[in-house]
């Protein structure tokens, strides 16, 4: 016997259930176990969260329905059918990937990809496209040919064009020829980093909240990673007594990511100097994510390295995607120091060989005419930072006031809802996703984090839908 039961699917629907609702329950969906062909369509035994139980989906082609089998909840793997004797399927995976936590930006966005009408303050992106020169630039490198492989540290054009840029920006200097590698985007910089840097039980500290994938990199890589956290009483700004106190004999390097992400706080000249006192009195590596170092609003981005003394045990990590609108195209690179840099370039040329040809001459043209592009977006994300500060502190959520990315960070706790189920609630009420603060590490229990690279009308409409969602708590 079954039961109709709301399921949501992601985009491959109906062939990979992400979560259902039933009995007003909402379950997400942890794992596939089984996937199989019924008579009138396709079944499914998953292991959900929350309590890991497990349960048989159905997908019924003619209905075009989802149905469960009730008298399976619960059930625990030793118990159920489908795992007697020879049946018991065997994971195969490693247990540094079992351990790996799901990310939960991802999970609430499998779900609202299969909504309509949702107005997304979700995934970290720019909503403008990439400036029509840079894409011509692109266009015209693969008219010309240029489709083969390049060198494993990158096109030299473009480590040039990226050392100059530094220079002016930062006043620090990088030789192009060994101190800079090109990668498929900062997310393989950070794991040429940490895989070149670590073994096995060396520690990492992390400041808190973060980047989802900052924990998973480290943990990738054999390492261990040791979150300190930041509060916004703090303007959270990472604390250097905290980070001193959790430094041990293991502990092999500090990773900041400032501008933050979730956060938006912006790391000041006094803290980031203290920091750079622990990395030399300590003997530790930085390594420093600052993607987001154009988008500063009424602040100056800091460069971790042009501290006096921190090039030389700085791994400055960089990229297109945010500044220029440039996500797709996967470009990013590493600088620092000659003999760690080779050695992300070992890691790289077994793993990569090297990143896109045609986004690599793309990006060389963004260095060289993106600035006016640069500012008119930051112009434009500044606005909507204004908006959407001043609207979540209306509506009595209390909000750090950003200055740098594209994030609020608003305080849902006085709702008295912790912030799954406050995320979940106002995606399936109002259709407004925002991500659960929990995501970015235990730092960010309480909050949400809202994307402002949305058009300012939707902000406005999704202020109004947080605003009626809140009135009916």
Not at 89 to 108: D, E, M, Q
Not at 272 to 279: D, F, M, T
Not at 294 to 307: G, M
Request: hydrophobic content about 40%; aromatic content about 10%.
């Amino acid at each position: 016997m079954t039961e109709k039961v709301t399921c949501y699917a992601g985009s491959a629907y109906p062939e990979s259930p992400r979560s259902f609702v039933w009995k007003d329950q909402r379950y997400v969906v942890d794992r596939i176990i089984t996937r199989r062909r019924e008579p009138h369509g396709v079944g499914f035994l998953v292991q959900c969260s929350p309590g890991h139980a497990l349960f048989d989906l159905f997908y019924l082609t003619e209905e075009e329905k989802w149905h469960i089998k009730p008298e399976y909840h619960g059930m625990k793997t030793a118990t159920h059918p489908h795992f007697q004797g020879d049946l018991m399927p065997k994971n195969y995976l490693s247990k540094t990937v079992n351990a790996l936590k799901p990310s939960g930006i991802r999970k609430f966005f499998d779900i609202a990809a299969t909504m309509d009408d949702i107005i997304s303050l979700g995934i970290g992106e720019p909503d403008f496209t990439t400036p029509q020169p840079i894409i011509d630039a692109g266009i015209r490198s693969l008219q010309d040919g240029e489709t083969h492989y390049t060198s494993n540290f990158g096109i030299l054009e473009l480590r040039q064009a990226i050392a100059a840029h530094l220079e002016k920006l930062y006043q620090v200097s990088y030789n192009p020829a060994d101190e800079i590698i090109i990668t498929v985007g900062v997310s393989e910089a950070l794991y040429l980093a940490f895989s070149a840097l670590l073994d096995p039980g060396d520690e990492v500290i992390i400041p808190t909240p973060c980047f989802v994938s900052y924990q998973a990199e480290v943990a990738l890589a054999g390492g261990i990673p040791v979150e300190i956290v930041t509060t916004m009483e703090d303007h959270f700004q990472p604390n250097p007594a905290v980070i001193e106190k959790a430094i041990t004999p293991k502990t092999k390097a500090i990773l900041l990511g400032y501008p933050n992400n979730p956060t938006g706080a912006v790391a000041n000249r006094e803290t980031l100097q203290k920091i750079a006192e622990l990395a030399e009195k300590h003997d530790l590596i930085i390594v420093s994510d600052e993607i987001y170092d154009r988008l500063v609003y009424d602040h100056a981005h800091v460069c971790f390295p042009s501290l006096p003394g921190m090039q030389e045990r700085t791994i400055l990590l960089g990229g297109f995607s945010k500044n220029y609108a440039m996500t797709g195209w996967r470009i990013g690179y590493a600088t620092g120091p000659a003999d760690l840099i080779k050695g992300l370039v070992r890691i790289h040329q077994y793993s990569v060989m090297s990143a896109p040809t045609i986004s690599q001459y793309a990006a060389i043209e963004a260095l060289k005419i993106g600035e006016p592009y640069v500012e008119q977006m930051r112009s434009e994300y500044d606005r909507r930072r204004k908006l959407i500060h001043q609207g979540m502190n209306d509506l009595d959520l209390p909000t750090f006031e950003p200055h740098g990315a594209f994030y609020v960070f608003p305080n849902i706790q006085n709702t008295g809802m912790d912030d799954e189920t406050f995320s979940e609630k106002l995606l399936m009420e109002e259709k407004v996703a925002v991500v659960p603060g929990s995501s970015f590490g235990d730092a960010g229990i309480g909050f949400v984090r809202c994307s402002y690279a949305t058009q300012y009308d939707l902000i406005e409409k999704a202020l109004e839908k947080i605003g009626s969602f809140l009135k009916k708590i």
